[in-house]
C-alpha cells in the first residue's frame, strides 16, 4: 500500500519533546520531508530528505526515517509549534503521497 | 528573494474547467520543478502532479489523471495548472511549490488559489 498515516493529533507540554510519527508500508526506503502549516497560511517545509533542515528550520527540530516508520521531533515545543504537520513520501513510482496531518496542540 | 505569486481567486460552475497560474522570481525557472497541492476545506494536503521547468515533463497523480493539465511559459517564468470537469468536490486552495531537489522537498510556495465549485 502507498498510504502513509499519521495520528490525527498530538498535546504536549510546553517545554516537553513532541514526536510525530508517519507510518507506510517500507516507508524507510523513501524520502520522507515534513511540513508545517499555521492557520491560513501556506505550508512551510521543516524536514527533508528524512532528515536535512533547510536553513531557516530551528535546530529544535529533527527528523528520522527507519523500517515503518518516519518521525518528526520538536524538543522543548513551545506555544509557536502550535500548527497542523504533515509529511510526504516520496519514491519513483508513485512520486508524492502526503500523510493525513497531525494537529499539535502545546498545552 | 523567491516568490511563487499565484493568480486570485476563481467562482466555477459544476462541469467548467478552471486554469491557475503561478509566476516564479527570485531563482531560474528552469532549474526546478514546479508541483501542484491542493487542501480542500478543513481537510489535508493533496498532490496533484509536478513539472518539469527544465524540459516541461510532466508527472501526475493518479487520481487527477486525465483530468488535470500543467504547463509551463519558460519566458514568463509561470506554471499554470488546468483542472477540468470540476465538482463541488474540487472547492480547494490550490496551491503551487518549488520542488528543490526532486525528492518531494517543497522548499517554496505559492500562496495559495482558492477555487470554488458552486452551482
Known amino acids: 500500500s502507498d498510504d502513509v498515516t499519521q495520528p490525527p493529533s498530538l498535546s504536549v507540554s510546553p517545554g516537553q519533546e513532541a514526536i510525530i510519527t508517519c507510518s507506510g508500508e517500507?516507508?524507510?526506503?523513501?524520502?520522507v520531508s515534513w511540513y508545517q502549516q499555521k492557520p491560513g497560511q501556506s505550508p512551510v517545509l521543516l524536514i527533508y530528505q528524512n532528515d536535512k533542515r533547510p536553513s531557516g528550520t530551528s535546530e529544535r527540530i529533527s527528523g528520522s526515517n527507519s523500517g515503518n516508520t518516519a518521525s518528526l521531533t520538536i524538543s522543548g515545543t513551545q506555544a509557536m509549534d502550535e500548527a497542523d504537520y504533515y509529511c510526504l513520501a516520496w519514491d519513483t513510482s508513485t512520486h508524492v503521497v502526503f500523510g493525513g496531518g497531525t494537529r499539535l496542540t502545546v498545552l | 528573494q523567491v516568490q511563487l505569486v499565484q493568480s486570485g481567486a476563481e467562482v466555477k460552475k459544476p462541469g467548467a474547467s478552471v486554469k491557475v497560474s503561478c509566476q516564479a522570481s527570485g531563482y531560474t525557472f528552469s532549474t526546478f520543478a514546479i508541483n501542484w497541492v491542493r487542501q480542500a476545506p478543513g481537510q489535508g494536503l493533496e498532490w496533484m502532479g509536478r513539472?518539469?521547468?527544465?524540459?516541461?515533463?510532466?508527472k501526475y497523480a493518479q487520481k487527477f489523471q486525465g483530468r488535470v493539465t500543467l504547463t509551463t511559459d519558460t519566458p514568463t517564468s509561470t506554471a499554470y495548472m488546468e483542472l477540468w470537469g470540476l465538482s463541488s468536490d474540487d472547492t480547494a486552495i490550490y496551491y503551487c511549490?518549488?520542488?528543490?531537489?526532486?525528492?518531494?522537498?517543497?522548499?517554496?510556495w505559492g500562496q495559495g488559489t482558492l477555487v470554488t465549485v458552486s452551482s
Open positions: 513539472i518539469s521547468g527544465y524540459n516541461g515533463h510532466t
Open positions: 511549490a518549488r520542488e528543490l531537489r526532486d525528492y518531494g522537498d517543497f522548499d517554496y
Open positions: 517500507n516507508l524507510g526506503t523513501k524520502f
